[in-house]
């Protein structure tokens, strides 16, 4: 059992909490039997290293299992030790080290993709995860992330995918200009989640939203730029019909997608 938590190794595991760790050793932190589990049973190629307490791998015993199937051996640690390795409060009895794996966004759009999220310059870690895990939901193809996006494998984000992130393709690093343009060749539109758009509800009847549809979600606070949103096709917005005086990013982008879910599987 590892019971140092200030040895090399617990160490060399924490400081993947941090975005130049990451970059240098290209692998990312992994918390949590939920995670855990869906990387076993849907990536477990890319697992490194298991970590857990004794209590924990005897509570979730199919994740112990899953471990073994997939040939990932597990190495017990103290709870000192999973706390030191950890980026929560209260860690689960779980951490993983997995290599990062994000895909080229010219394979996404090759595949020939009927819905996708595109998120520019959002910079909450829970919003991304959550879109991520919304857009898993929904059905999505994929999610591609712009350079000016919170990192991908950033333990927040990580953790707010709930899995989700092992399930669909996403790509990081793009520029809106070659999202349009690859989109537009994949002969997808591009509508914009804008506060000044098209009322959503009014679109609904019109057909738009059973076509292959890219849609663009802007930062948190400032939205899409007019410079953004020349890479649209079109702005539409989620109506507030209560007092509240915005919506959060991830609700809405949460709706956009579903919407269109729902259209493109009633075409179907």
């Given at each position: ?94 951490i993983a080290v997995c290599h990062q794996f994000p895909t080229a966004i010219k394979d996404i759009f ?44 950033n333990p927040k984000v990580v953790r707010s995918t709930t899995g989700s992130l092992f399930h669909l ?100």
């Open positions: 059992m590892l019971d140092n938590p200030r040895s090399p190794r617990v160490r060399a595991v924490a400081k993947l909490a941090k975005k130049g760790a990451r970059s240098e050793t290209g692998l990312f932190l992994l918390e949590g039997p939920q995670a855990v589990a869906e990387a076993l049973a849907f990536s477990p190629q890319l697992v490194v290293e298991l970590y857990a307490t004794p209590t924990a791998l005897e509570r979730y015993t199919d994740i112990a299992q899953t471990a073994v199937d997939a040939g990932v051996d597990v190495e017990f640690v103290s709870e000192q030790v999973l706390e030191a390795m950890s980026d929560t409060v209260t860690p689960q009895g779980f090759a595949a020939k993709p009927k819905l996708i999220a595109i998120l520019e310059e959002v910079r909450d870690p829970g919003n991304a995860g959550t879109i991520i895990r919304a857009a898993d939901a929904a059905g999505a193809d994929a999610v591609i992330l712009t350079g000016r996006s919170v990192d991908l494998y393709p996403v790509a990081v690093e793009a520029t809106l200009a070659d999202v349009r343009r690859r989109a537009l060749e994949a002969g997808m539109q591009v509508l914009a989640a804008d506060i000044k758009g098209d009322n959503l509800l009014e679109i609904r009847s019109t057909g738009l939203l059973e076509a292959p549809t890219a849609w663009l979600f802007g930062n948190e606070a400032r939205g899409l730029t007019d410079d953004d949103l020349k890479f649209a096709d079109r702005s539409i917005s989620v109506p507030i019909y209560g007092k509240a005086e915005s919506m959060n990013l991830a609700t809405a982008a949460s709706v956009c997608l579903y919407e269109s879910a729902f259209a493109q599987h009633e075409a179907r």
